[in-house]
């Protein structure tokens, strides 16, 4: 009996699966296209599948007419953008016939698949012409908002008909009409004696603005490149310390009475092993070197000097050691307050270099700050 239940069930998976690869179930829920693909890929592999060969010239009819059918209402519409619309269709509809094109099988079923060449090349020119109209149209406004999207339909016109009236240069004037050009002046710090230490930060800084890629129409310049190139910026992004501490330390001891039972203090002829309780007092001095400071960012209007961004990110640095000493019995102590026993006091590190640990949080969120701020133009 399992056997003819596992039979039976097998039998109604091929006949499921084989539904699903002719196309019928696609041409069922009105999936037309995606019933001839299925169906020509079933005969491609079973030429003399039945039930694909029955499916292919009603899906292939039904998708051809559904097209012609979008097309004549795009045609009519009042969409600006109706030729994409158009376009898309036809492309479809050559879709369709390459596939059919594609089977020996199928071309013998669907006869002559109609293909529309020089309709999508006219579709193409229209669609270019649409989206540079909007274009200059939008360039016209002399704002940057417009520009920017002046700047997408003179893209979208090289896309559909490359080289459409000389869209290339419509591209460029619109970009540099679009973008934000920030100037970065040098990260300050109001002490000389953290000058070198300074420039690691600077390095990090000067290297994000150089690969900083998430959005087009922002760029970075150093003050130096802004005076070679003549680059007039139309913000200013200033960074400094303005406040912060290096090397501020702490120790603290902690003192901790031991005591172990059951420990071998002596050994007698008569007894053996004599154990007894064994006692030490244990220091334990832990020191932190605390480092922290504030970064200033601010941005600000080149034209009208006012500032549009201001933030004060801060940053901690921590380091810390730790060792001990004891008075007593070292048989009181564990293994492990031993080994801190035998450790010695290490000097932190030099301030220039503790000046470098806690910029390193500040540069995390000066990266997100900036890339939050700029992601909006």
């Not at 003399?48 to 009819?61: F, W």
């Not at 400071?293 to 601010?298: K, N, P, Q």
């Not at 990110?313 to 026993?341: C, F, H, V």
Request: aromatic share 12%.
């Amino acid at each position: 009996m399992k056997t003819i239940s596992r039979l039976r069930y097998f039998l109604y998976l091929s006949i499921l699966i084989v539904g699903c690869t002719t196309g019928k179930n696609a041409l069922q829920k009105g999936n037309y296209d995606q019933s001839v693909f299925k169906s020509v890929d079933r005969l491609k592999s079973s030429p003399k599948n039945a039930e694909a060969m029955y499916v292919l010239p009603i899906a292939y009819d039904l998708a051809l007419k559904e097209h012609l059918r979008k097309i004549d209402e795009a045609k009519v519409s009042s969409d600006v953008l109706r030729w994409e619309t158009i376009l898309a269709h036809y492309q479809k509809i050559n879709q369709l016939s390459d596939e059919v094109n594609s089977s020996p099988v199928a071309l013998g079923i669907v006869k002559n698949p109609q293909k529309f060449i020089n309709e999508v090349e006219d579709s193409k020119y229209k669609a270019a012409e649409v989206r540079y109209t909007l274009g200059e149209r939008q360039m016209s406004e002399n704002n940057r908002v417009s520009a920017k999207n002046a700047y997408y339909n003179f893209e979208k016109a090289q896309y559909f008909y490359p080289g459409y009236k000389e869209v290339n240069k419509k591209l460029d004037e619109a970009y540099w009409a679009a973008v934000v050009k920030v100037v970065v002046q040098p990260v300050r710090v109001n002490s000389s004696y953290y000058q070198l230490s300074n420039q690691y930060f600077q390095d990090q800084v000067s290297d994000f603005m150089k690969s900083y890629q998430a959005n087009r129409f922002v760029i970075f310049y150093s003050e130096q490149q802004a005076n070679a190139q003549k680059v007039t910026p139309d913000q200013i992004l200033r960074l400094s310390f303005d406040d912060f501490i290096v090397g501020q330390t702490y120790v603290k001891e902690r003192v901790e009475k031991l005591k172990r039972d059951s420990v071998v203090i002596g050994e007698t002829r008569a007894n053996g092993k004599v154990y007894g309780t064994v006692r030490a007092t244990l220091s334990i001095f832990n020191k932190q070197v605390s480092s922290s400071g504030l970064l200033a960012m601010t941005i600000i209007d080149n034209q009208s000097n006012k500032i549009i961004n201001q933030k004060r990110l801060p940053g901690t640095y921590i380091w810390e050691d730790s060792w001990a000493s004891y008075k007593g019995d070292e048989r009181a102590l564990s293994n492990q307050q031993l080994q801190m026993t035998r450790r010695r006091e290490i000097m932190p590190p030099a301030p220039g270099a503790l000046f470098v640990e806690f910029t390193k949080p500040i540069y995390s969120q000066l990266v997100n700050e900036i890339s939050n701020f700029y992601n909006r133009y």
